[in-house]
C-alpha cells in the first residue's frame, strides 16, 4: 500500500530520516526542492520550515516563475500517524512556459531504500486522482532521456508519449483514466 499525506511537523522524525537517506537535497530529484525557498535540513527545526514553505506555494503564484503547487510525502503503508515515509511527489496545479516544456504537472522521488516495491507507481496514480480533483483533465509528466525507472513509473500509470524536447520525455496522463482511481 502506498498514501500521500501532508508534510506535517508531527512526522518531522520519518521526514528527516528520509532525507537523510537521499543524501541531500542535491539528490532529491523530483521532489520539488528547487521551487521552495530554501534546502530541508534533517531536524526539527528544519521540517518546521520546509511546512511552512510548503503551505506558501500553495496559492501564490510566486515571482512569476513559480507556480501554484501542493507538497505530498508518500507514506509507505495506508498514511496514518506513526507510518513511515517513502518519498516527495510534488503537484503543479498549472504550467507556465517551463512546466510545459521541461517539468511537468508532476515530479516524484523514492528514498533508495524503499524503491522498486511500486510506491512510485502508486504514488503516481494518487497523484493523478489529486490532479483531477483539483479540476486538471489531463496531467504532463516528464523524466529525462535515459531515466528509465521514471520512464516505466510513467508509462505503467497510462502515461502518453508526445515528444522528446531537450533531452527530456514528455508524456500526457489522463485524470479520468483507470488509474485515476
Ligand atoms: C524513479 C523512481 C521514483 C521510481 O521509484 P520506485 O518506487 O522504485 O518505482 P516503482 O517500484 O513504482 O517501479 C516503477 C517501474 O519502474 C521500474 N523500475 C524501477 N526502478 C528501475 C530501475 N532502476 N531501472 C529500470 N526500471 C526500473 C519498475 O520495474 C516498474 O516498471 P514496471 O511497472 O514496468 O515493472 C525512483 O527510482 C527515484 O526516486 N529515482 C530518483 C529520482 C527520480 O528520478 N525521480 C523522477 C524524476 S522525473
Redesign the pocket.
Known amino acids: 500500500m502506498t498514501a500521500l499525506v501532508a508534510p506535517d511537523l508531527s512526522r518531522w522524525q520519518p521526514w528527516a530520516a528520509m532525507v537523510e537517506d537521499f543524501g541531500g537535497p542535491d539528490e532529491?530529484?523530483?521532489s520539488g526542492y528547487w521551487h521552495l525557498d530554501g534546502d530541508p535540513v534533517p531536524t526539527r527545526t528544519g521540517c518546521a520550515a520546509f511546512v511552512t514553505m510548503t503551505e506558501a506555494t500553495s496559492t501564490a503564484d510566486l515571482d512569476g516563475t513559480r507556480v501554484p503547487s501542493t507538497y505530498f510525502w508518500i507514506a509507505a503503508q495506508d498514511g496514518a500517524p506513526g507510518d513511515d515515509l517513502v518519498?516527495f511527489l510534488h503537484l503543479r496545479h498549472t504550467l507556465n512556459e517551463w512546466l510545459f516544456e521541461q517539468g511537468g504537472h508532476i515530479?516524484?522521488?523514492?528514498?533508495p531504500a524503499?524503491?522498486?516495491?511500486?510506491?512510485?507507481?502508486?504514488a503516481l496514480a494518487l497523484g493523478v486522482s489529486a490532479a483531477a480533483r483539483l479540476g486538471i483533465d489531463r496531467v504532463l509528466?516528464?523524466?529525462?532521456v535515459g531515466?528509465?525507472?521514471?520512464r516505466?513509473?510513467i508509462?505503467?500509470g497510462g502515461g502518453r508519449f508526445e515528444d522528446e524536447r531537450q533531452g527530456k520525455l514528455r508524456f500526457w496522463i489522463p485524470c479520468d483514466g483507470p488509474t485515476a482511481g
Request: charged share 30%.
Open positions: 532529491m530529484h523530483g518519498g515530479g516524484y522521488s523514492v528514498r524503499a524503491r522498486r516495491r511500486g510506491h512510485a507507481s502508486r509528466v516528464t523524466c529525462d531515466n528509465d525507472a521514471s516505466r513509473t508509462e505503467a
